[in-house]
């Protein structure tokens, strides 16, 4: 019997498996991932699409990993059902493997929307290896020119970047005004736009799609989408990048409680004992909103897998919470944001801005009560760090508030006592 | 572990730590080449950090529960459990800048050519590191420290 069981060994499986062995040398661990090699980088799919890495520099642990850390990897099979009495986890094949304390870590999957052509041959999501090497063998096979990326947030921006790498003409879909609406207040997503058309992506916003449509000679095949508006844009493949959303199959039906994603304490334990859930199936605390929800990012998923692995060893750790935090390296714009970067008529919070359109520089944060909340950073994020420190903490910034976004912000601009306290010098 | 520390009141801020640190990470090793022809561009990892009448020099501090380790999106950034030291390997790489973005010291670079980033590696095969060894004010200082 296997003292631990997780499922999906991806970032927050990784987190956990390294977190037990920080408690438990001994007690056996095994993790069961329905992806052939699960320890990857998810976020380099794109970079496999464009041809930058190959699989290899996609792994982001050893082949050994496993062996290394002495967990059992049952891979490429799937998880078909849980016995919470029993504590099974059933797999495909029907082999059964009971566990002590379980780790949900199944992550999430791509939302695709019903959309009337969307069985036909070059559609694809964006998620795994398996998207990738699946569209980089049709790009090679159809000689593949164009393409239509559903979806302009950040999944979006990368296949974007990674197709037109490999030279064919995208067009992007998105359904709100704005690219990166999620991430970016318009300003700053106009700059990212000027940057993104100028390599040479058509930029449709405001509409969706609402047909695949079939190639004249073959209708199986994918020829072109039609978009709310009736235009029609011709295209080799479609990919559908609109978002992801818990993968919760495994669980349901189960006493599992559920709201969009698991529902967790800030031991990453569900309302059943000895079950827990991290990574982006789960809904896990927001420091800067207040109250639990869906985060799907690869930072974090590892924070909660290593909460999720001390709990699981016996070592009580809590979760000191995440927020929502990318960061961005598309078409040659770095990008930081953060928590509350573009609030909509919050009359609680006070906005200082920077830009200059010239430099393509963007600065911008958000304050509440002094304290700073959310940030935006284009095309100057050395220092981004700094900033985040000062939110992730709660500083209170009054005092130098008008030395945050100048040019020369660094560590020397911080009060001797914070910097005593950051330990920076001595 | 040892690491590099920072004695504020000696620093003139004059950066000779940043111009030793970019040669000691050059190919060729020669200032002029460094600075003027070698490319990809190498990269200081040290930084002044001033707002006068205060400077000092910044690099990675090798934290102890490092932020960048656990937010790498691939592996690249890890901590030697041994030595303690903070390591980046720049062919696991992707250039996401996420560790810039959890990084409290700002002590990570963007080496832009090579679209990968840059951090003091505490010159590895030199005696000292190089800023610490060529700093004219003693304002660094390579000791052991407890954290
Ligand atoms: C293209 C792309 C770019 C991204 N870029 C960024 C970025 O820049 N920054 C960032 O922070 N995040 C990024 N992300 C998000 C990041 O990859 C995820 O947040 C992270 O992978 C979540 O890790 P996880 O372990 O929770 O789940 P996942 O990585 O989704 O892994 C879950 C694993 O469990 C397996 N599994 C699920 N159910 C079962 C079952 N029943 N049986 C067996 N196995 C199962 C899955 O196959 C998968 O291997 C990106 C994602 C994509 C797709
Ligand atoms: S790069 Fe920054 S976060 Fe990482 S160890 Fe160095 S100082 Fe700490
Ligand atoms: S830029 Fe490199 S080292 Fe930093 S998080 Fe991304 S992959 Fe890791």
Not at chain 1, 93 to 103: D, N
Not at chain 1, 175 to 183: A, E, G, P, T, V
Not at chain 1, 229 to 242: E, N, P, R
Not at chain 2, 49 to 66: L, T
Request: glycine share 8%.
């Amino acid at each position: 019997m296997a003292k631990y069981v997780i499922v999906g060994a991806s970032a927050a499986g990784i987190g956990a498996v390294e977190a037990i062995r920080e408690i438990d040398t001994a007690g056996t661990i095994t993790v069961i991932s329905d992806e052939a090699c699960p320890q990857y980088s998810r976020p380099m799919i794109s970079d496999y699409v464009s041809g930058k890495a190959d699989f290899n520099k996609m792994k982001c642990r050893d082949d050994e990993f496993w062996k290394q850390l002495k967990a059992e990897a049952i891979t490429g099979k799937k998880a078909t059902a849980l016995n919470l009495t029993e504590k099974t986890v059933t797999l495909e094949s029907g082999e059964k493997v009971p566990y002590e304390k379980l780790l949900l870590a199944t992550g999430g999957k791509p939302f695709v929307p019903k959309m009337e052509g969307q069985e036909k041959d070059g559609v694809f999501t964006f998620t795994t290896i398996t998207d990738a090497q699946r569209i980089a063998a049709k790009i090679d096979a159809i000689k593949a020119k164009s393409a239509v990326v559903i979806g302009a947030g950040l999944i979006g921006l990368s296949v974007t970047e990674a197709l037109t790498k490999r030279g064919l003409k995208v067009t992007m879909v998105e359904l709100q005004d704005k690219i990166l609406s999620l991430l970016l207040d318009p300003q700053a997503s106009e700059m990212v736009e000027g940057a993104v058309k100028a390599a040479g992506v058509n930029i449709v916003t405001g509409q969706s799609v609402q047909k695949i449509i079939g190639k004249h000679d073959n209708d199986a095949a994918v020829g072109g989408v039609i978009l709310t508006k009736g235009d029609t844009v011709q295209c080799d493949l479609v990919i559908v990048a609109i978002g992801v959303i818990p993968r919760t199959e495994l669980v349901a039906g189960a006493a599992i409680k559920i709201n969009r994603g698991i529902i967790v304490d800030n031991t990453m334990q569900t309302n059943v004992p000895d079950v827990y859930a991290s990574g982006d199936v789960a809904e896990a605390y927001d420091f800067v909103l207040g109250q639990n929800r869906l985060l799907p990012l690869w930072p974090l998923a590892m924070q909660e897998g290593h909460v999720a692995g001390h709990n699981m060893a016996g070592q009580k750790s809590t979760y000191e919470g995440g927020t929502n935090m990318s960061s961005l390296k598309y078409f040659g714009i770095p990008i930081v944001s953060i928590g509350l970067a573009n609030p909509k008529d919050d009359p609680t919070v006070e906005v200082l801005v920077k830009s200059d359109f010239e430099r393509k520089v963007y600065k911008k944060l958000v304050l509440r009560n002094n304290v700073i909340v959310g940030m935006t950073m284009v095309n100057c994020i050395e220092r981004a760090g700094v900033i985040f420190y000062l939110l992730k903490n709660g500083i209170n910034i009054k005092k130098f508030k008008d030395q945050l976004l100048v040019d020369s912000f660094c560590l020397a601009t911080l009060p001797a006592s914070l910097q005593k306290k950051m330990n920076v010098v001595q | 572990m040892k690491k590099i520390v920072a004695k504020q009141e000696a620093c003139m801020g004059c950066g000779l730590c940043e111009v030793h640190c970019t040669v000691a990470h050059s190919k060729t090793k020669d200032i002029i080449k460094a600075y003027n022809s070698e490319r990809p561009k190498p990269i200081s990892r040290v930084t002044r950090e001033i707002q006068k009448p205060v400077s000092f020099a910044i690099q990675c501090r090798h934290c102890e529960d490092a932020p960048c380790v656990v937010a790498c999106l691939t592996g690249a950034m890890t901590k030697d459990p041994k030595t303690g030291e903070v390591k980046h390997n720049k062919d696991k790489c992707m250039g996401c800048w996420t560790c810039i973005m959890v990084c409290p010291y700002g002590a990570i670079k963007m080496d832009k050519e090579n679209k990968v980033i840059a951090k003091c590696d505490l010159c590895q095969g030199l005696k000292e590191p190089a800023c610490v060894a060529n700093c004219p004010n003693q304002a660094l200082e390579f000791k052991e420290v407890r954290s």
